[in-house]
């Protein structure tokens, strides 16, 4: 999507925020509203932005959201973790407890400490309900100052972060300055009560210092934008200086104790971000030299592997990960991995093997579960297949890809109900909301399951706000 199409959409988008200023009573928003709010939010980024789906990473940083919130008072929303595909350093939150990280950010980490950190700072924009703040504020500033600058803000997401200055100045030299200033205030409480919060959940402020450090410098050593984070979180040389001072006060001298599985958690998240995500044209370069400086890193050997296979070149793919494996025995996601790119490679029993140890091991795997499924499938299994599907669903029913699976193979055996309908969900929780309305129609033409028709009606009403109405039935051909 050009620019200009960004614009358009993050434009629709704030065209709701008057509604909700200027009605009956101009108070800060509640949290049902920043509720409703957050879905238009939600909508516009989803089909502006590409949203990484992979749940190692995803569940990774969910888990260490998680024991931040642990430590704090029940909180108001329930929080969403999300990771943006940019190379851009950013992390924001969003209305009602949706927080955003860039994988550009997440490769520059080193630690689960500077990981915390960031996500830390976040949480705390949220519970003390900045967002909030700034709308009720903009009532003596004007709505057009903080829709300019939240645009600017997020045309800074995708990577145009000259636009996002270029937006937010032309605000301030209208004389708006006590916007930014309002918000350099929520920098600093955000800080404040993100290092307490840290601290409880067993984290070194240590890991924040580092990562800001990283952003900063950033602009002073060769880059040719400034990171989209110092827009979107300004006074980072403030914060730098609060932050080494609370620490020189609250924690002990030296680096932090370093928890082993945290750690490789964190190994494993940061090396599928790399491969999987990272720019090619760097990705090789660094992941060879990772390789060179410490060869027996498992880590290093994966992360090139899984590069190769997403090169296409699954046969030292292969090698590499089996490397990986041999360097740590029993690690379920190199065991899945590895049955994976033997199943991209075509080699399906070996895949099927593998992968049938891999999903042997806790903890659960949702992704190790489908390509079993799919190799199943390939291997003519269908009943199996469907079985396992199913199984998946069962267990995480929120788990997209597996509805498109089971559409593919309720289409090839004819039951047309089944496969519309799933194809439907898969859509519906991929926010494509046009392509789930047309399933969902096409499955009222052929279902016979009156649970599910009654939820595809349902399902229709509320994306396209019109009653559905059940045409006449067919029969599924099996």
């Not at 709308?135 to 636009?163: D, N, Q, R, V, W």
């Not at 030299?173 to 309002?182: D, E, I, S």
Request: proline share 4%.
């Amino acid at each position: 999507m050009n620019n200009l199409k960004k614009t358009v959409a993050i434009w629709t988008f704030f065209l709701i925020i008057p509604v909700i200023l200027f009605s009956n009573r101009g108070y800060a928003l509640t949290t049902k509203e920043e509720e409703e709010l957050s879905w238009e939010f939600l909508t516009v980024t989803f089909e502006t932005y590409q949203i990484v789906q992979d749940p190692v990473i995803v569940d990774y940083i969910n888990n260490v959201g998680r024991k931040v919130l642990a430590v704090m008072p029940p909180p108001q929303f329930p929080y969403r973790f999300y990771v943006i595909r940019q190379d851009a350093y950013n992390a924001f939150a969003g209305p009602a407890g949706h927080i955003f990280i860039n994988t550009g950010l997440l490769e520059a980490m080193e630690s689960e400490d500077e990981l915390a950190g960031i996500l830390g700072h976040e949480i705390s924009h949220v519970s003390c309900r900045h967002i909030s703040s700034m709308i009720e504020k903009s009532k003596t500033t004007g709505i057009a100052t903080l829709a300019g600058i939240a645009t600017g803000i997020l045309l800074g997401i995708g990577g145009a972060a000259e636009i996002a200055s270029a937006v937010t100045i032309g605000s301030v030299a209208a004389g708006q300055t006590a916007t930014l200033a309002y918000s350099r205030d929520h920098e600093m409480q955000a800080d404040q009560i993100g290092l307490k919060y840290l601290n409880n959940a067993g984290y070194s402020a240590k890991g924040l210092l580092k990562i800001l450090n990283k952003i900063r410098n950033k602009t002073w050593y060769g880059s040719d934008q400034i990171p989209t984070y110092l827009v979107t979180h300004p006074a980072t040389e403030d914060r730098i200086a609060y932050v080494g001072a609370w620490i020189q006060t609250n924690e002990p001298p030296g680096e932090p104790r370093l928890d082993e599985k945290a750690g490789m958690d964190f190994n494993l998240m940061k090396s599928r971000v790399i491969a999987l995500y990272g720019e090619k044209t760097t990705v090789e370069v660094k992941l060879k030299n990772e390789i060179k400086q410490t060869p027996e890193d498992p880590f290093a050997l994966y992360g090139y592997g899984l590069f190769l296979s997403r090169m296409g070149d699954r046969k030292n793919a292969i090698m590499y990960i089996q490397q990986a494996l041999e360097k740590k025995p029993f690690y379920q996601i190199f065991i899945r991995d590895l049955g994976k790119t033997y199943y991209l490679d075509g080699q399906y029993q070996k895949a099927l093997t593998l992968l049938n140890s891999s999903v042997s091991l806790p903890p659960y795997d949702a992704e190790g579960e489908l390509y079993l499924a799919r190799t199943l499938k390939k291997l003519n299994r269908r009943e199996e297949a469907i079985i396992a599907f199913q199984k998946i669903l069962e267990n995480k029913p929120t788990y997209p890809k597996t509805y498109y699976y089971l559409g593919e193979i309720y289409g090839e055996m004819g039951q047309l109900g089944e496969a519309h309908y799933n194809l439907g969900t898969y859509y519906r929780y991929e926010r494509k909301y046009t392509n789930a309305v047309f399933h969902f129609k096409k499955a009222l033409d052929y279902l016979t399951d009156s649970e599910k028709i009654n939820r595809a009606k349902k399902i229709l009403e509320k994306l396209t706000g019109e009653k559905a109405t059940y045409p006449p039935k067919k029969s599924d051909s099996s």
